[in-house]
């Protein structure tokens, strides 16, 4: 079996842009990664490409070219594009091909996601109680794990700080302006305990990877990063997660505890080797919680580990280094994309004013969807 690289990645800025079509900005990225690999459509085999809202990706290829390749649309919740990748990760891996492309792309109405019970196999009854509303659910949940391990409201508002001073390094990013702790505080109440700035926002956006064998990538000679492990696991009994109808009392792990625990057996390295993470962060507190959940520290101690700022840029795990979700907003065919995104840029020295220091080699990305999906990759400098 090959091992599976990726040599080429594009971007377009995530947030409102009028102007395009959330297609337009899947192909505008798919060319940007072309563009920076010297490659053309033509050379691609194969494409994994999701969007939620903006329509079906495969439909990029009349923008494209008509070359006859394979294309398959992925839809996944947020976990899309983890799962695009997943695709094109276990499609290189294989040996049948040596060149792919994995695209996420969205383009959302303003407000608050808005899903139906009957799509998600629910009665009525439990969108009549209102955590179809998902700032409902993730702020219940978050008030819980405050309760139970003694995270406080103050630590909260420093993930989201950190956040938007993060995305003011980040071309990218949707919120490009620092917000201090007091005012995230003060600003209105979503669902207590979360804040208007505590949450991010429905936006739009669009990523591609350019994935390669071992073989091609060579042939390339392309800045590169090796994909060590990509895993993508789905609720097990005994977890709680995104429209849950109940709390079960025997508790079990949760889809990111077992995707992250398969991504490091399979990639041979352990939260400890972690030089850089990008972690799901819908909210300050799923930020706080998958820290944990990822095995990078134990269930409270996060109080600590952020006071002392040890997952900023310049911290011994820099999390979130473009501003997450928080900063960049969730366009969910392209978010889980985007994290890889970020590894990767970090890992060749491309992150310009956000780069992590010390030559990171390890990078980590988690991505968490409805309902209860995670996808985990872990790529490691070439």
Known sequence: MSGVYIVGAGIHPFGRTPERTGLQQGVFAVRQALGQAGLDWRDIQFAYGGSDAAGKADTMVSELGLTGLPFINVANGCATGGSAMFGAYSAIKSGEFDLGIAIGFDKHPRGAFDPKPAEWGLPDWYGETGLMLTTQFFAMKIQRYMAMHGITNATLAAVAEKAFANGVLADHAWRREPVDAETILASNMVSDPLTKFMFCSPAEGAVALIF???????????????????????????????????????????????????????????????????????????????????????????????????TRIDGTLPVNTDGGCLACGEPIGASGLRQVYENYVQLTGQAGARQVPGDPRIGYSHVYGAPGVSAVAVVERA
């Open 212 to 310: 390669a064998s071992e073989a091609k990538a060579k042939s390339l000679g392309l800045p590169a990063v090796r994909l060590r492990a990509a895993a993508v696991r789905s609720r097990p009994p005994g977890s709680f997660e995104v429209f849950s109808p109940a709390l079960d009392i025997e508790r079990g792990p949760s889809p990111t505890n077992i995707a992250s625990r398969a991504a490091y057996e399979m990639a041979g390295v352990g939260p400890e080797d972690v030089d850089v993470a990008q972690l799901q962060d819908t909210e300050s507190g799923a930020e706080i919680m998958h820290m944990a959940e990822n095995g990078f520290c134990a269930d409270g101690e996060q109080e600590a580990w952020i006071a002392q700022g040890r």
